[in-house]
T-cell receptor, first 116, second 113 residues
């Protein structure tokens, strides 16, 4: 059963610490998305990649957030330094990137981040 | 840029009641429309989608949605809800091509037994 895998599932850290979240997309999916979910803002698109190239990261605070895809099987989202307002659930999702032919995103279980 | 509005943030219904959740989008081009569901403690799953053709689309678990182009709407409906439908529902719009999906803020549905 193919699925998107995210680690860690839960992370509690102190303000100022570096946080790295990892995502393994479904094998063969070439588009990867990072979303952040909060009670106030709902689901916000932070960044997305196609064939490992960043296509849009306009939703991401540039000064502290960075997203990369070191290879086709790994996407990372890093926060340095972390702040309490970064507390949220971070979801990774992937799709086949076939454009109008697909459009269904497959979401991971999410990484729940709490910054104290 | 695309945007999505879900006007109902919280909805409480009794079992067997009918459901309609509103979704309006803003985008100048051709769009693909989606409803996703997030059950408590779980990740988002696709409920149904519209690309083209019949504007009334049927999804899983008895849900359906109607695309009304003139109203820029894609409302979700179910004739008779069940307790197990308690979840958060997200409307999303994607631009054809890159499939960047923009989500609404979600509607929390609570169905009381």
């Amino acid at each position: 059963d193919a699925r998107v895998t995210q680690t860690p599932r839960h992370k509690v850290t102190e303000m100022g610490q570096e946080v790295t979240m990892r995502c393994q997309p479904i094998l063969g999916h070439n588009t990867v998305f990072w979303y952040r979910q909060t009670m106030m803002q709902g689901l916000e698109l932070l960044a997305y990649f196609r064939n490992r190239a960043p296509l849009d990261d306009s939703g991401m605070p540039k000064d502290r957030f960075s997203a990369e895809m070191p290879d086709a099987t790994l996407a990372t989202l890093k926060i340095q330094p972390s702040e309490p307002r970064d507390s949220a659930v971070y979801f990774c999702a992937s799709d086949t990137g076939l454009g109008a032919g697909s459009g269904e995103l497959f979401f991971g279980e999410g990484s729940r981040l709490t910054v104290l | 840029a695309q945007s999505v509005s879900q006007h109902n943030h919280h909805v409480i219904l009794s079992e067997a009641a009918s459901l309609e959740l509103g979704c309006n989008y803003s985008y100048g081009g051709t769009v693909n429309l989606f409803w996703y569901v997030q059950y408590p403690g779980q990740h988002l799953q696709l409920l149904l989608k519209y690309f083209s053709g019949d504007p009334l689309v049927k999804g899983i678990k008895g849900f359906e949605a109607e695309f009304i182009k003139s109203k820029f709407s894609f409302n979700l409906r179910k004739p008779s809800v069940q307790w197990s439908d308690t979840a958060e529902y997200f409307c999303a719009v994607g631009n054809t091509g890159f499939q960047k999906l923009v989500f609404g803020t979600g509607t929390r549905l609570l169905v009381s037994p």
